[in-house]
């Protein structure tokens, strides 16, 4: 049975920082794996991805501020979040087994969410000014 469990989210002042995980369970860290934010009223949109071969690509409002990492060992995946600001208040979801279908210099221009096939429950996270 695949799980995903996000944890990490919280509240935190804008310039701060914050690291979301997810625990996988059923399946390895060898597939397309994704973390996507969700603003209210509004479509998943994909933040940053680590594909099959390693290759890493991130949403252009995040380039710089957030790390996507994976300890294959713990069968995790993080998103490390810095400089963080109210825009980025959300629900932040890990996703796997799925694709990136385009990047340019390491950044997607969108991902789609029909494209993953596994989910967690979503991470709340909080930016205040």
């Known amino acids: 049975q695949v799980e995903l469990v996000e944890s990490g989210g919280g509240s935190v002042q804008a310039g701060g920082s914050l690291t979301l995980s997810c625990e996988v369970s059923?399946?390895?860290?060898?597939?397309?794996m994704a973390w996507f934010r969700q603003f209210p009223g509004m479509e998943r949109e994909g933040v940053a991805a680590v594909e099959n071969d390693g290759r890493i690509s991130y949403a252009e409002s995040v380039t710089g501020r957030f790390t996507i990492s994976q300890d294959n060992a713990k069968n995790t995946l993080y998103l490390r979040m810095n400089n963080l600001t109210p825009e980025d208040t959300a629900m932040y979801y890990c996703?796997?087994?799925?694709?990136?279908?385009?990047?340019?210099?390491?950044?997607?221009?969108?991902?789609?969410?029909?494209?993953?096939?596994?989910w967690g429950q979503g991470t709340q996270v909080t930016v205040s000014s």
């Open positions: 996703a796997a087994e799925g694709r990136v279908r385009h990047t340019v210099k390491g950044i997607f221009r969108r991902l789609n969410e029909e494209d993953f096939a596994y």
């Open positions: 059923g399946f390895r860290l060898n597939n397309c």
